[in-house]
């Protein structure tokens, strides 16, 4: 069994910045890719971003590219999301993903984090 969790979100003012993490846990996949999905109040979930299992690849939602940066630590089985000039329509609930293939597809990923909330203050 994979755990998934998160850490790091809060609350920032709009143009701040924060920077969330994911560390996995247990049977981990030797290779896997990483994501990170978020949910607003009535929203549906939605892609954010995803890193391959090699590191070389990297994928944005037009939403975020430019002003987010996923990146991720082998040795300590950790995924970021640095985030940048955040507006207040980046408030959600950010989840990570483990999958074993990069995708912007939230049920392409197996395990799933509890979340930590991010709320930009405008």
């Known amino acids: 069994q994979v755990q998934l969790v998160e850490s790091g979100g809060g609350l920032v003012q709009a143009g701040g910045s924060l920077r969330v993490s994911c560390t996995a846990s247990?049977?981990?996949?030797?290779?896997?890719?990483m994501g990170w999905f978020r949910q607003a109040p009535g929203k549906e979930r939605e892609f954010v971003s995803f890193?391959?299992?090699?590191?070389?690849?990297?994928v944005y939602a037009d939403s975020v590219k430019g002003r987010f940066t996923i990146s991720r630590d082998y040795a300590k089985n950790t995924v970021y999301l640095q985030m940048n000039n955040l507006r207040a329509e980046d408030t959600a609930v950010y989840y990570c993903?483990?999958?074993?293939?990069?995708?912007?597809?939230?049920?392409?990923?197996?395990?799933w984090g509890q979340g930590t909330q991010v709320t930009v203050s405008s």
């Open positions: 890193v391959s299992w090699t590191g070389r690849t990297t």
């Open positions: 993903a483990l999958g074993t293939g990069g995708t912007r597809e939230w049920d392409e990923y197996a395990y």
């Open positions: 247990g049977r981990i996949f030797s290779r896997y890719a």
